[in-house]
């Protein structure tokens, strides 16, 4: 006797649903990484002739392919990554060493 798998206890509704959520899915996760990396590169700026330049030096050897990986995806992941500098910042480093230095000897000893 045959069991019947989940999938034939669906509906033709559910079936319908299921497929299609699938299609949708696996046709928006297709195709996304040469726009992200053509937009990290717009977003870049000035920096854009230095990243092209580590894009060009590696896609001239088909040895460094990992290597373009690499500095695809970090290009890639460029967006979003920052960091915090300038007078405020420092003198809140400052204001922060000191008052753990206070604590650390009042406490140590």
Known sequence: MKEDSEYDNLT???KIYTVTAVAFCLFFSCGKIADRLTQALEISGANRTELQKVLDRYSSDSADSL???????LIENIPGHFTYSGEYLDRYIHYMDSSIRICLIQFVG
């Open 12 to 14: 033709d509704y559910e």
């Open 67 to 73: 290597k373009l990986k690499a500095a695809r995806f």
